[in-house]
């Protein structure tokens, strides 16, 4: 395949109305995305079956990134309650929300490891004075961690402490690599993607692989590529890399871009949330397979 036939035709805008959206999720069941509005605090869900968009939270309390776990459940964080949680047909409950007995920043975005282990970020975008993502508030244990939480013991173990602004986050198809997205260059670091080799539940051997332009969240193909928002100025889009950083494809959609996620009937559909809109980009190509559903 020619690196150039990886996007498929133009990106389509399927809907718009948010202020900021972030955090989306393909609910096969469903058929449908689920992403989050983060400043009108609210959940959208856009149905593949009639193309509708409705809201399926008005009162969300800032949800941001999502995934699903090992049963199919959507695991979510929450910047308003300061966790991650998890939302089992419209009933919401704690995950983790403390370390050592401080409360966490705001969790920004989180995967689920094929163990069941819960990474996450934990930037602190949802208790800034301003409020458009949260409700004003400390950072209470004096960092932005990357962590992973094992919910059958309650073990939360930071794994990455020195990034400024830990932001999206994926694993490799065989969960060798992580990558972790930076966007410290609001916050006098800089934007960057580091990859990881995972070892024994925790990551060694950091190496930069550059930045896109404010990588916020991305996805890993089932050739390992990395399917990455991208956003410089008022504009954005997708852009896949090789796993060392090489650029292979470009798409812009003409407004700031946050994260992404594969889906559709075939797992070829890259669904793409960028600031007011939600987009879709057909590919010739699929995430990594998940592991069957327990249970
Ligand atoms: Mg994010």
Do not use: K
């Amino acid at each position: 395949m020619s690196e150039n036939d990886l996007v498929v035709g133009e990106p389509e805008r399927l809907w718009t109305g948010a202020v900021w959206s972030e955090g989306p999720v393909w609910l096969p069941a469903l058929r449908a995305v689920r992403w989050s509005d983060i400043p009108n605090s609210r959940i959208l869900q856009w149905s593949r079956e009639t193309g509708e968009t409705v809201v399926y939270d008005p009162d969300a309390e800032y949800t941001n990134g999502r995934t699903l776990d090992l049963a199919g459940q959507v695991v979510q964080c929450s910047h308003g309650h300061r966790r991650v949680e998890r939302d089992v047909d419209g009933t919401v409950t704690s995950i983790v929300d403390a370390f050592e007995g401080r409360r966490l920043n705001s969790p920004n975005d989180v995967i689920v490891a094929s163990d069941g282990a819960i990474w996450f970020t934990d930037p602190p975008y949802g208790i800034q004075e301003s409020e458009v993502e949260g409700h004003a508030g400390e950072q209470e244990y004096g960092g932005c961690y990357v962590f992973r939480y094992v919910e059958a013991t309650g073990e939360l173990t930071p794994v990455v402490t020195d990034m400024t602004r830990p932001n999206g986050l994926a694993f490799s198809p065989d969960e060798s690599v992580l990558y972790v997205a930076n966007t410290g260059a609001g916050a006098g670091d800089a934007d960057y993607i580091r990859a990881f080799d995972v070892v024994d539940g925790g990551v060694a051997n950091p190496r930069d692989l550059g930045d896109p332009g404010t990588a916020d969240g991305f996805r890993v193909d089932i050739e390992g590529r990395i399917w990455t928002s991208w956003s410089r100025g008022d504009t954005g889009g997708a852009a896949v890399w090789a796993p060392d950083g090489t650029e292979l494809a470009r798409v812009e959609v003409g407004e700031r871009t946050s994260n992404v996620c594969f889906g559709g009937p075939d797992d070829d559909e890259l669904y793409v949330t960028a600031s007011t809109s939600l987009y879709r980009i057909r590919t010739a190509t699929t995430p990594a397979p998940r592991p069957e559903p327990l249970g």
